[in-house]
């Protein structure tokens, strides 16, 4: 069992930036996939970003390339989603996930808000 928790979220004009932090309460965090996710109001859960085990490959949705940096300090079992250029669309419920076997994602934070005013 992986416990997340997300810390970070709030309002923040349009052209503003906010830091995600996600921690994990594993000592094999270092092994694993993690993922960034979003949900707005009456749409589906989707991802936005993830990470593999080292830092060296990344993934992001469409949307936010150029905009968003997933990283991860394995030091402090935690993930990182820094997001710069914030669009009113960006606003949603983030989620932090873990993908233990690295194909499918098993465990879930409680998720942070995240608010852009126009």
């Known amino acids: 069992q992986v416990q997340l928790v997300e810390f970070g979220g709030g309002l923040v004009q349009a052209g503003g930036s906010l830091r995600l932090s996600c921690a994990a309460s594993?000592?094999?965090?270092?092994?694993?996939?993690m993922g960034w996710f979003r949900q707005a109001p009456g749409k589906e859960r989707k991802i936005v970003a993830a990470?593999?085990?080292?830092?060296?490959?990344?993934y992001y949705e469409d949307s936010v390339k150029g905009r968003f940096t997933i990283s991860r300090d394995n030091d402090k079992n935690t993930v990182y989603l820094q997001m710069n250029s914030l669009k009113f669309e960006d606003t949603a419920v983030y989620y932090c996930?873990?993908?233990?076997?690295?194909?499918?994602?098993?465990?879930w934070g409680q998720g942070t808000q995240v608010t852009v005013s126009s």
């Open positions: 990470i593999n085990w080292s830092g060296g490959s990344t």
């Open positions: 996930a873990v993908a233990p076997t690295g194909s499918s994602y098993e465990y």
């Open positions: 594993t000592r094999t965090f270092s092994r694993y996939v």
